[in-house]
C-alpha cells in the first residue's frame, strides 16, 4: 500500500509560477495513472480547477472544516493530495499546521506532507524561503522549485545563506526549464490542459496548436517528469 501524501504547492510570492507547478504536477499523475484529488485555494479561478476541473475541488484554506478536509482524504482515500496554493495564503496555513500540530500528526500515522517552495530569480523569493525553513525546521519536508519560466539567472538563490541550508538539510531542488512563452500564452488562451495541448489535432474538439509547438510541450513535460522521477513524487 502507497503511503498517502500531500503536496502544497506554494512560495507565498505572487507571479512565481506556483500554478504552473501545480499542474504540472497534476499531469505527471494523470500520465503515471496514479490516485490523486486537487485542492484549489484560489476559488475565483484557480488554475486547478480551470484546467483539471474532473479532479479538483475548491477550498477556503481560512476555514478550518475545509481545510481539515484535506488530511481526511489523502488518509480515508489513500490518494495523491495537490494544494495549489494562492498567494498571501501561507499566514493562514501556518495557522492551521500549528493549531493543530498537524506535522506531528502526519508522522504519527503515517502521512507524508510536502512543502513545495517555487521561486523566481529575485531576492524576495529567496528570503520567503528562509523565513518558511526557519519556521518548521526539520520538522518538515520540502521542496524546492527554481522556475526558469520566471527568469534564468538564480545566483541570488545559488549564493545564499539559504542555499546552504537547503543543501546542509538536503532538500530536493527541481530545475524547472521555462516553455516559450508564446506557446505557454497559447495554451492557457485556449483553456487546455497539457495532454489537451499536445493532443487535440482536431479543430472540431477546439483550437489546436502547431505541429512545433506541441513538440515543444512535449520536450518541456519530458524534462519536467525527470525532474519529478528523481525526486520520487
Known amino acids: ?23 504540472l504536477l497534476a499531469q505527471y499523475w494523470i500520465d503515471q495513472e496514479k490516485n490523486w484529488k486537487g485542492y484549489d485555494t484560489d476559488r ?11 479532479y479538483s475541488v475548491p477550498v477556503e484554506i481560512s476555514r478550518v472544516e475545509e481545510i481539515d478536509s484535506i ?11 495537490l494544494v495549489d ?28 506532507m510536502h512543502f513545495w517552495y517555487v521561486l523566481d530569480e529575485g531576492k524576495d523569493s529567496v528570503n520567503l524561503l ?11 519536508r ?12 538564480f545566483s541570488l538563490f545559488h549564493d545564499s545563506p539559504v ?16 516553455l516559450h512563452r508564446p506557446t505557454m ?7 487546455k490542459s497539457f495532454w489537451a495541448a499536445v493532443n487535440n489535432r482536431d479543430p472540431a474538439l477546439g483550437e489546436c496548436l502547431g505541429i512545433m509547438e506541441r513538440q515543444r510541450i512535449k520536450t518541456w513535460l519530458k524534462n519536467a517528469y525527470r525532474e519529478f522521477e528523481a525526486i520520487g513524487v
Open 185 to 191: 500564452r497559447k495554451i492557457d488562451q485556449f483553456d
Open 44 to 54: 475565483s479561478h484557480g488554475a486547478l480547477l480551470r484546467y483539471y476541473a474532473d
Open 1 to 23: 500500500m502507497q503511503q498517502p501524501q500531500i503536496h502544497f504547492i506554494g512560495g507565498e510570492k505572487g507571479g512565481v509560477g506556483k500554478s504552473v507547478v501545480a499542474r
Open 130 to 140: 528562509g523565513n518558511f525553513l526557519a519556521r518548521y525546521g526539520d520538522k518538515a
Open 163 to 178: 542555499a546552504r541550508q537547503v543543501a546542509d538539510m538536503q532538500i530536493p531542488v527541481v530545475e524547472l526549464k521555462a
Open 71 to 81: 488530511m481526511e482524504t489523502a488518509l480515508e482515500e489513500e490518494a495523491n493530495v
Open 142 to 153: 520540502y521542496v524546492i522549485v527554481l522556475n526558469q519560466g520566471r527568469g534564468d539567472d
Open 85 to 112: 496554493l494562492a498567494a498571501q495564503t501561507e499566514a493562514q496555513l501556518h495557522q492551521w499546521v500549528e493549531d493543530s500540530d498537524v506535522l506531528e500528526m502526519a508522522n504519527e500515522v503515517g502521512l507524508g
